[in-house]
């Protein structure tokens, strides 16, 4: 009967720490697909670390290694792994509480920087000679072309030299060709905020499972604690 009931539970805290390790691969694949379909980061290199794509496939991958320790904890019955998948979970969800805080308190000054990046990334445009700076360049029309916009904050931005990507319709080559007359900045980080709520909703779900992992691990090890079973 007792066997039973610890391989019940045992049973139970792998599925949990299964789960929470099928969310963070999840969470690694889906900030992958963000990174390959956002060809924009080179124009906000300040903001970049702060991007989803990033912080998803980092978080992501830490999850699912820290899961992978749990799930061989509980099934091998160590408790050198169970106290260790404990350590390192809960030292996750503080430095994710720590991330959140710093992130909202600086979401401001993030904006400010949001502003000088695509103001330095259009001067860029304008005197492009290198490679790094063609991939501005190329990345810039993209968001032009993209967004139906102009400029970062109008077309006056250009001084008179406008790009193709800034034309309303076909043809382009075209003497006194329709432009877009509103700027970038407000479309482009609108875009920025919709990954961001995205990020934010997968975190506080991966939050959640996180927290009911550590939970069911430290019930199980405490269980093979008092009696006895189990690997040191």
């Known amino acids: 009967m007792k066997c039973s009931r610890v391989n019940s539970l045992k049973g139970f805290v792998t599925f949990v720490n299964f789960i929470c390790w099928l969310c963070g691969a999840f969470i690694v694949g889906f900030g992958e697909y963000l990174l390959i379909d956002s060809r924009f ?5 300040t903001v970049c670390p702060l991007f989803p794509a990033n912080m998803l496939i980092v978080m ?15 099934l091998n019955e160590t408790r050198c792994m169970l106290i260790t998948f404990f350590i ?5 969800i503080v430095v994710e509480l720590a991330l959140a805080c710093t992130f909202l308190v600086s979401e ?22 290198s490679e790094r700076e063609l991939t501005i360049k190329k990345d810039f029309d993209a968001v032009q072309h993209i967004f139906r916009c102009c400029g970062v904050y109008g077309v006056a931005d250009w001084e008179g030299d406008v790009p193709l990507s ?5 043809p382009c080559d075209v ?22 709520h995205i990020t934010r909703a997968g975190v506080v779900s991966l939050f959640v499972l996180q927290f009911i992992c550590i939970c069911f691990n430290i019930t199980i090890f405490c269980h093979f604690s008092l009696k006895g079973y189990g690997y040191k």
Request: charged share 20%.
């Open 41 to 45: 980061v080179s124009l906000i290199p």
């Open 60 to 74: 992501g991958t830490i999850v699912t290694c820290v899961c992978y320790l749990g799930i061989m904890g509980s």
């Open 88 to 92: 390192l979970m809960f030292t996750l």
């Open 108 to 129: 401001k000054k993030i904006e400010t920087f949001f502003e000088k990046d695509l103001m330095h990334s259009l001067e860029t445009y304008k005197n492009s000679t």
């Open 166 to 170: 800034c034309c309303t319709q076909e």
């Open 175 to 196: 003497i006194h060709q329709p432009l877009w007359q509103e700027g970038c900045h407000i479309k482009f980080r609108n875009w920025i905020s919709r990954n961001l």
